[in-house]
């Protein structure tokens, strides 16, 4: 059975950081390309895409959260990372971790298979 669990949510202020965590059960994790995803608050079923990193390491980010987000993934522990610093009020939302077999287009939702439940970020002035 394929899960997916992240944490580290959590309410911040501005400026705060926070690190999420993602942890892949019941896939081969060396094999998978995995991403982070934010739905926005009052905005059902738009996930916009935020981070993603392939089975090789390779990291894309979305321009909003370039220079403040870095997206990782630890082969031993199964498990991938978004460490986020200089958070805003804009990134405030549910984050959903998600894998995909393909790398290609890591920012379409639609191409990702298997999702986690989310963990909630409010970040407040």
């Known amino acids: 059975q394929v899960q997916l669990a992240e944490s580290g949510g959590d309410s911040v202020q501005v400026g705060g950081s926070l690190k999420l965590s993602c942890v892949v059960s019941?896939?081969?994790?060396?094999?998978?390309?995995l991403g982070w995803f934010r739905q926005f608050p009052g905005v059902e079923r738009e996930l916009g895409a935020i981070?993603?990193?392939?089975?090789?390491?390779?990291?894309s980010y979305a321009d909003s959260v370039k220079g403040r987000f870095t997206i990782s993934r630890d082969s031993i522990k199964d498990t991938m990372y978004l460490q986020m610093n200089n958070l805003t009020s804009d990134d405030t939302g549910m984050y959903y971790c998600a894998s995909t077999n393909g790398f290609t287009r890591w920012d379409l939702a639609a191409n990702f298979t298997y999702w986690g439940q989310g963990t909630q970020v409010t970040v407040s002035s």
């Open positions: 019941g896939l081969p994790f060396g094999d998978t390309c």
């Open positions: 981070a993603g990193i392939s089975d090789i390491g390779t990291t």
